[in-house]
């Protein structure tokens, strides 16, 4: 029983432990897109909403975009860059992370 524990059950918990933790970065990164992102650069990444129209705002599904590498994508979040502002002091630099990594499954 006790080898039992060890081989299937204890992994077991340690899966359910962790992987509410992933699914909360996921939420997470969908709810700072959203509050932060969205206005210009639309819900789908598009960047085809009235203000990113304005704005030029570009499309974060296209290529020009998901070419860049993530420390790229980073600074631009962090520093802001032509029309953009910059979020760095808005967003902690983990959470700027989780949000690349969200910016990275628009395309799909």
Do not use: W
Not at 40 to 55: R, T, Y
């Amino acid at each position: 029983m006790k080898k039992a524990f060890l081989s299937f059950i204890a992994p077991s918990i340690l899966c359910f432990i962790a992987f509410p933790t992933a699914t909360q970065a996921q939420s997470d990164a969908a709810k700072l897109y959203k509050t932060n992102c969205a206005l210009c650069h639309s819900a789908n990444g598009s960047g085809d909403s009235s203000f990113g129209k304005a704005l030029h705002a570009k499309d974060l599904r296209s290529e020009e975009v998901q070419k860049q590498s993530d420390d790229a994508l980073n600074e631009v979040i962090t520093k802001g860059k032509g029309k953009m502002p910059a979020f760095g002091a808005k967003i902690k630099p983990d959470h700027v992370t989780n949000l690349v990594s969200y910016l990275r499954a628009l395309p799909k």
